[in-house]
């Protein structure tokens, strides 16, 4: 009898009863090694259910306020003829900005030093123009852009004053560049609204440096009712004790800070890469603050209801942390969701916190003696820890 040729995976099973060779029953091979296919679901499940996590963690956070907008959410709107960008436009503009063929990086080389020939300094009467609105649509070509380097831009009080005043401090790398901007000014008497505009010639073809700070003076804390201002990149500071009605800063990369404290009613921050931190000593309606990269950290000291069914705050950041402190009399709703972080509620009265059950990633409940109140507090995140405060 011949062996069977390459049998170590094989045991040929035989029945002793029957012939050793039956022409009529062939051998029946059995496999001792592992299922392949088991092999490839013991390895590739596992790994599949954890990939399929992430991209669920990832779907969800896409879809978060700070990327999207839901219909059926409230908008901010600061009023008739402005609405606050949303935070995929300021993302937007700013890779618009930047994203081109060629880029030329200010630094010490091509730092801009030649002073802005054109109109940059602008009186109004705040009575007449208690709104004012400050934009930057500095517009690229492909394959060249100018640079726009981080500047400053702070508004304070100046009790000296009699009217406001806001001054642009531009300067340039490039002397061509004094063709390129312009300053835009129109006033709307009807709307009392006075509007600023930062514009380019989007046909200039040479790549080039530019800085930009402005200065905003009013004589009186609440000479402006409402105070709106969209830039690129800059750090933005409000002066002690400032008082608007309605408040949106978009800062595409930068920051916002109110460390002396302002008082507010509709208010909305936006930043992409950078913080928004500081304290409002009253807030009177909804408050509103997205980052994308970066912190917040606010502090609320006093909340004034007045007619109001409801108050709405709510601070998100996609990729950083959030801490947010409210007065402990704020009867509220609190939320706070985070996929990857702590989520932490406390207060300086524990006993006002009524936690819910809820699901996985949220932490939810309502502070104070009205579980039905209509106050809100919602804190999210995608990758980031959310910290709420009563105190």
């Known amino acids: ?167 642009f401090d531009l300067k340039f790398d490039r002397e061509d560049l004094q063709d390129v901007f312009w300053i835009e000014q129109t006033e709307d008497k009807e709307q009392g609204l006075y509007s600023l505009i930062i514009r380019a010639d989007e046909d200039y073809g040479q790549d080039g440096c530019v800085s930009i700070d402005i200065s905003v003076r009013v004589p009186s804390a609440a000479a402006l009712s409402t105070l709106a201002i969209t830039l690129a990149n800059s750090g933005l500071s409000l002066g002690k004790d400032l008082t608007f009605e309605h408040l949106a800063i978009s800062i595409a990369n930068g920051y916002i800070e109110f460390e002396d404290g302002i008082s507010s009613g509709i208010t909305a921050f936006a930043v992409a890469n950078g913080h928004v931190s500081g304290n409002i000593s009253t807030l009177s309606n909804d408050l509103t603050s997205s980052v994308a990269n970066g912190h917040n950290d606010i502090t609320v000291k006093q909340v004034e209801q007045f007619d109001q069914e409801n108050i709405d705050i709510k601070v998100v950041v996609a990729n950083g942390h959030n801490t947010v402190q409210v007065p402990a009399a704020f009867n509220s709703q609190f939320k706070l969701e985070s996929f990857v972080g702590r989520r932490i509620v406390e207060s300086s009265h524990p006993q006002g916190i009524h936690r819910r059950s809820g699901s996985w990633g949220v932490t939810s409940g309502y502070y104070g003696d009205d579980k039905d109140t209509q106050n809100t507090v919602t804190l999210k995140a995608s990758s980031g820890s959310l910290k709420l405060n009563y105190a």
Not at 82 to 87: A, H, V, Y
Not at 94 to 123: H, M, Q, R, W
């Open 1 to 167: 009898m011949q062996p069977f040729s390459n049998p170590p995976a094989t045991i040929v099973v035989l029945d002793e009863k029957e012939p050793l060779l039956p022409l009529n029953s062939p051998p029946v091979a059995m496999e001792t090694r592992t299922s392949r296919a088991k092999c490839w679901v013991k390895q590739h499940i596992p790994r599949a259910f954890v990939y399929g996590l992430f991209f669920y963690i990832m779907f969800n956070a896409m879809n978060a306020p700070f990327m999207q907008q839901k219909s059926n959410e409230k908008d901010i709107v600061i009023d008739d003829s402005f609405r606050l960008e949303s935070m995929q436009d300021v993302v937007a503009y700013n890779d618009k900005v930047f994203a081109s063929g060629v880029i030329i990086t200010c630094n010490s080389d091509n730092e801009p030093t030649i002073p802005y020939e054109g109109l940059s300094e602008f009186e109004f009467d705040q009575e007449t123009f208690p709104r004012l609105t400050i934009d930057q649509k500095t517009n690229t070509r492909r394959h060249n852009s100018f640079h726009i380097s981080k500047g400053n831009t702070a508004v304070t009080v100046d009790e000296g004053l009699s009217k406001a005043v806001v001054k």
